[in-house]
C-alpha cells in the first residue's frame, strides 16, 4: 500500500517541477501561455480524434481481412474436388460425398478465428442444400434452420437470377425450429453470397456471426457503431436507437474516409478497400471533453512509463511479426514450399504450412494441366455441348474455339454379331480408331476440326466455319465416310447425324441435343445413313389400337400360336410404313413392359425370364427388324411357358402371402410381421419367398409399393407425401429415393415424362 503515495510523490514533484516551470513562463509571457495551454488542449482534442480513428482503422482492417479471409476460403471450396463431385451429382445418392464435403465445412466453420456460423451450398437445379449438418432440402434449410423477416426462401432463390460475384447482405437476426418444434434464436448473422461466373446454379452463403465479430474487431469504449453500404443503407448496427440520420449515412458513404461532429456527436467513418462499406463510429461530444479532462490529469504520470513500454514491446513485436512475415514473402517470391516458417505463434505456422501446400499443388497442378491440354479442350467442349457448368477454371475460354459458327455432327456406332467375334483388344479400340480416322479425314477438307468420343459408342466432330460455302464440302465428306464405312458393315456400321446448317457458338447444347434426337431417325438396316432433317415433334401411330388389344388379350390366355402371328404383323407394318428406330423402341419397350405386368398380374415367377441381362437391355442391341423378330420370339415364348406353368400348379401358402400383401402393402409390413402371421420363422419365410418368387421379400414389397404409387402418380394429382402415405411410405424423402431406386426416375419426373406422352399421342 505504501507504494502507491510514494509513486503519487515521486510523479508529483516532477509534475511539481514542470508546474513552476510554466509558472515562470506563463508570467513572463502570459500570453504566449494562454496560446500554449489553448494549443495544447487543442492538440490533446485532436489526438482524442485520431486515437478514435486509429481504433476506427483497426476496426475495418479487422472486418476487410475477416471478409477477404472468408472469400479465400470460399474460392477454396470452389476449387475443392469434392464440390466438383456434387454439382455433377448432389441427388440423396451421393450421401458419402455430401458427408465429406459436411464435414470439412463443419472443420472450417470450428475455426473460432473466423467466427463463422455455418456455410452453406445452395443448388439450384435440384434445389439441394448443403452444410457443416449435412445435405438437406432448399425449403426446409431456409423455413427451418434459418429463420429470417429479411430472408425467406423466396430471397435465396432470387439470387439466381442477380448477377454479382460477391455481397454481403446486411445483418439480421436468425432463428431456427428446434427439434422440439420450437423456435429459438440463432442470433445476428452476416449473409455473404459467393457466386461463380462460370456456373451460376449454385453459390456459397456464408453466415458471420456479427456479434462475434464486433465483440472481435470493435475496440472502443463506446458502443455506438455501423456499418452501411455504399447507398447509406445500415447493413449493421449495435446500438439502432443512437443511429444517425439516413442523409448523413449516405453522406459518410459518398465521402470514403473522415470525421465530423453534429450536435453532440462526433461521427468517424471510412469505406473498406474490399467490401465497399462504410463503417461508422459514433462518439458523444462529452466523451471526448471527458477524455482531454482525464488526459490533462494522467498525461505527465504516464507518458514517460507508456512511451518506454511502447518502445519495448514495439521492438519485441516488430521483431517477432516481422521474421515469420519475411520467411512468407521470400517461401512465396521463390515458390518454395519447403521454406520454413519460425515457429512460435500458432497462427502464422497455419499459414506458412497452407501457403506451402498451396504452392506445392499449384505446382502439381500446372505440371498436370501442361501435358493435358488436348484432354482439358475435349472436356471443355463436352461441358459446353452438354451445359455443364463446372466451378473449375482449368479449362480456359482460349482452348476451344468459341468465336465461330459451326457444324456439328454425331456418328453412332453399331457393332454386329460378327464384331462380337473379334478379340477384346480389337473391340475394345474400335470405338478409338474410328474417331481418329474420322479426324483424319476431316482435316484433309477443314482446318482444325475437332473429333472426340463422347460415349461408348458415339463420337462427335466440330467443323468450324465462317461461310456457308463449307456445307457442299461436308456433304462431300460425310458422303466418302459412309462409302468406306460401308464396307466393313458386317462388322460396324453408322449413323451420321448433321444439320446442314451453321449454328453459332451460343448454340452449343441446342445444337448437339438435336442432333442427338436426329440419330433415332435411322431405319432398321445394316446401311451406314446419314439423316439431315430434324426430328419431328410427332409420329402417327402404325399399328392399329385393336390389333394390339388381341395381341395382350391371347397372351393372358397363353395362346402362343396366336400371339407370335400378331407379333410377326405389328412388326411388318413397323417395317412396311418403314418405321425409325425411335418408333420401334417405343412399341418393343411399351410391349416387354405390358407383357411383364401381365406375367407379375399372374404372380408368375419372372427371374428366369429376366435372368442375368434384363430385356431392355437386348433390346438395345436390336438393329434390324430380323433380330427385332428374335428377339421376340424368345421373349414371348418363355412368357407363354411362364402362363402355362402358373396355370397349372398352384401354393396356397404363396399365393395366401402374396395376396395379403396386396391389400395391406400400405400398411407397416415387415419380413417378421409376415412371418408372425403365417406361424413361420423369418429365417424360413426369406428363403420361402425367395424360391418361390424368385426375389427377396423387402424387393417384391418395393415393387409392389411402387406399382401402385404409378398408378397413383398417373391417375390422379395427389401430392407426393400422400401417395408415400397410400402405398407405406409415410416420409416423403424415403419415397422419393425408394422410387427413383426402382424407377430410376423421381416420382415428379416419371409423372411429367408421362403427362407428356399422353399429350403427343
Known amino acids: 500500500m505504501w507504494k502507491r503515495p510514494y509513486t503519487f510523490l515521486k510523479n508529483n514533484s516532477l509534475f511539481h517541477r514542470l508546474m513552476l516551470s510554466f509558472l515562470l513562463i506563463i508570467i513572463l509571457q502570459v500570453s504566449f501561455n494562454f496560446l500554449s495551454f489553448s494549443y495544447f488542449k487543442t492538440g490533446i482534442r485532436d489526438e482524442i480524434v485520431k486515437y478514435n480513428s486509429l481504433n476506427l482503422n483497426n476496426t475495418v482492417e479487422s472486418y476487410e481481412k475477416q471478409f477477404q479471409l472468408i472469400e479465400n476460403l470460399i474460392v477454396g471450396l470452389y476449387f475443392d474436388d469434392k464440390m466438383t463431385v456434387l454439382q455433377k451429382d448432389n441427388s440423396a445418392k451421393n450421401f458419402m460425398s455430401v458427408n465429406q464435403f459436411s464435414q470439412d465445412l463443419l472443420r472450417m466453420t470450428s475455426n473460432p478465428m473466423l467466427n463463422l456460423e455455418n456455410i452453406v451450398i445452395y443448388f439450384n437445379d435440384s434445389s439441394i442444400t448443403v452444410d457443416k449438418d449435412g445435405g438437406g432440402i432448399a425449403a426446409e434449410t431456409f423455413n427451418n434452420a434459418y429463420i429470417s423477416m429479411d430472408y425467406n426462401q423466396a430471397f435465396w432463390q432470387e439470387q439466381f437470377r442477380q448477377s454479382y460475384r460477391y455481397r454481403i447482405f446486411p445483418a439480421a437476426e436468425f432463428r ?80 470514403g474516409e473522415g470525421n465530423s461532429s453534429k ?26 471533453t471527458a477524455q482531454v479532462r482525464r488526459m490533462n490529469t494522467e498525461l505527465l504520470l504516464i507518458l514517460g512509463f507508456v512511451v518506454l513500454i511502447s518502445i ?11 521474421s515469420p512475415i519475411r520467411k512468407i514473402v521470400e517461401s512465396i517470391q521463390k515458390r518454395n514450399p519447403n521454406n520454413p516458417v519460425p515457429a512460435g505463434i500458432r497462427e502464422f505456422t497455419i499459414i506458412g504450412d ?14 498436370d494441366l501442361r501435358k493435358k491440354d488436348s484432354l482439358l479442350k475435349n472436356y471443355g467442349y463436352i461441358n459446353k455441348l452438354k451445359n455443364i457448368y463446372s466451378s473449375q477454371h482449368d479449362v480456359h475460354e482460349d482452348l476451344l474455339e468459341m468465336d465461330k459458327p459451326f457444324y456439328l455432327i454425331i456418328f453412332s456406332l453399331s457393332f454386329t454379331k460378327a464384331f462380337q467375334q473379334l478379340p477384346d483388344a480389337d473391340q475394345k479400340k474400335a470405338s478409338l480408331y474410328i474417331s481418329e480416322f474420322i479426324q483424319l479425314q476431316f482435316s484433309k477438307s477443314f482446318d482444325d476440326p475437332v473429333t472426340m468420343q463422347i460415349e461408348k459408342q458415339m463420337i462427335l466432330s466440330l467443323i468450324f466455319s465462317d461461310t456457308e460455302q463449307q456445307q457442299t464440302k461436308l456433304t462431300g465428306a460425310l458422303e466418302q465416310l459412309r462409302t468406306i464405312f460401308d464396307r466393313d458393315r458386317a462388322y460396324c456400321f453408322l449413323t451420321i447425324a448433321v444439320h446442314p446448317v451453321l449454328r453459332s457458338s451460343s448454340e452449343f447444347t441446342t445444337a448437339y441435343e438435336e442432333t442427338l434426337e436426329m440419330l433415332q431417325q435411322r431405319e432398321l438396316n445394316a446401311d451406314t445413313q446419314i439423316i439431315t432433317k430434324p426430328m419431328p415433334e410427332s409420329f402417327h401411330p402404325l399399328i392399329p389400337v385393336s390389333l394390339e388389344q388381341e395381341f395382350y388379350v391371347h397372351l393372358q390366355a397363353g395362346n402362343e400360336s396366336t400371339v407370335m402371328d400378331h407379333m410377326k404383323r405389328m412388326l411388318l407394318l413397323l417395317d412396311k410404313n418403314n418405321a425409325n428406330v425411335y418408333q420401334f423402341t417405343q412399341f418393343s419397350r411399351e410391349t416387354v413392359s405390358r407383357t411383364i405386368k401381365t406375367l407379375s398380374a399372374a404372380n408368375a415367377d419372372i427371374s428366369g425370364l429376366l435372368g442375368t441381362e434384363s430385356p431392355y437391355q437386348k433390346l438395345k442391341e436390336c438393329a434390324t427388324v430380323d433380330e427385332y423378330a428374335q428377339f421376340f420370339g424368345d421373349f414371348l415364348k418363355q412368357s407363354i411357358a411362364l402362363i402355362h406353368e402358373k396355370k397349372s400348379g398352384q401354393d396356397p401358402l404363396k399365393d395366401s402371402i402374396l395376396e395379403y400383401l396386396s391389400r395391406h402393402f400400405g400398411e407397416e409390413v415387415s419380413l417378421e410381421s409376415i412371418a408372425g402371421r403365417f406361424n413361420l420363422s423369418s429365417g424360413y419365410l426369406s428363403i420361402y419367398f425367395k424360391e418361390k418368387t424368385g426375389t427377396n421379400f423387402v424387393q417384391y414389397l418395393n415393387e409392389l409399393r411402387i406399382t401402385k404409387a404409378k398408378e397413383l402418380l398417373l391417375s390422379t394429382n395427389m401430392k407426393m407425401l400422400d401417395i408415400g402415405t397410400q402405398v407405406g411410405v409415410p416420409n416423403a424423402n424415403s419415397f422419393i429415393r425408394l422410387f427413383k431406386k426402382v424407377t430410376g426416375f423421381p416420382p415428379g419426373e416419371y409423372r411429367r415424362m408421362h403427362s407428356m406422352e399422353e399429350e403427343s399421342d
Do not use: C, W
Open 176 to 255: 431456427m425450429l428446434s427439434t422440439d418444434q420450437k423456435v429459438v434464436p440463432r442470433g445476428k448473422l452476416f449473409p455473404i453470397v459467393f457466386k461463380n461466373s462460370v456456373n451460376n446454379q449454385v453459390y456459397l452463403i456464408a453466415f458471420l456471426n456479427a456479434d462475434k465479430a464486433f465483440a472481435a474487431f470493435h475496440h472502443s469504449i463506446n458502443e455506438n457503431f455501423y456499418i452501411v453500404d455504399g447507398q447509406g443503407n445500415t447493413v449493421y448496427a449495435n446500438n439502432p436507437a443512437k443511429q444517425p440520420e439516413h442523409a448523413d449515412l449516405l453522406a459518410f458513404a459518398a465521402a
Open 312 to 322: 519495448v514491446i514495439s521492438i519485441v513485436l516488430s521483431a517477432k511479426f516481422n
Open 354 to 367: 497452407t501457403i506451402g501446400s498451396m504452392i506445392q499443388t499449384a505446382q502439381h497442378t500446372s505440371t
Open 263 to 288: 450536435n453532440n456527436d462526433y461521427f468517424f467513418y471510412k469505406k473498406g478497400s474490399e467490401s465497399g462499406l462504410t463503417y461508422i463510429n459514433v462518439i458523444p461530444n462529452e466523451n471526448i
